[in-house]
């Protein structure tokens, strides 16, 4: 037994310096894209926010973002979703809302708040919102999120 401690030592030694030259290739290629980055950074962040809405806003608001009549609020083609207003729409996530109609519509459902998402989460889920579907505008950032948050505590 003593003498197997030191020889597994080796022996994991041995396969952390295989190890590292392969990590080394697959680094340099993606470094080398630089060109890429700004789309495939979207494209990430497209991603995480699709899982966010995949779990938290899914059954209401509907895989095509249409809502359900009377019910639940659509996110596509809504002037909240897209519009220029960047801390009401994290503030809707933030504390949800009731009884708001909108477009002349009444929603009976109540939009949950979602305080438990991180500043990313939420920033990332609103990005998706408003670039999804037929909609199309500005990212929301973290530290957006964050600067909401501080003024609702
Ligand atoms: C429990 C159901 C429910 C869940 C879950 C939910 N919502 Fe809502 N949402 C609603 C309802 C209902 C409304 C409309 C509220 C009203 O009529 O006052 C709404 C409204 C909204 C609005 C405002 C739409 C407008 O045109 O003013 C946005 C934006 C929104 N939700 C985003 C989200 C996001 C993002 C998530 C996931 C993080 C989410 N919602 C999760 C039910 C839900």
Not at 52 to 70: E, P, S, T
Request: net charge positive; with cysteine.
């Amino acid at each position: 037994m003593k003498q197997l401690i030191p020889s597994l030592c080796l022996i994991l030694v041995l396969m952390s310096f295989q190890t590292q030259p392969k990590k080394q290739v697959l680094i340099k290629p993606k470094t080398a894209v630089v060109t890429a980055a700004p789309a495939a950074g979207m494209k990430a962040v497209l991603l995480r926010g699709k899982a966010v809405y995949l779990q938290q806003c899914l059954a209401c608001h509907q895989a095509d973002g249409g809502g359900v009549a009377h019910l639940n609020a659509p996110l596509n083609g809504a002037a909240a979703v897209v519009g220029k207003d960047k801390e009401k729409l994290i503030r809707i996530v933030l504390k949800g809302m009731k009884g708001v109609d909108i477009d002349d519509e009444s929603y009976n459902n109540t939009m949950a708040p979602h305080p438990e998402l991180t500043d990313q989460q939420i920033a990332d889920v609103l990005t998706y919102a408003r670039n999804s579907w037929t909609n199309k505008a500005s990212a929301v950032s973290a530290a957006e999120v964050k600067a909401v948050r501080a003024k609702i505590k």
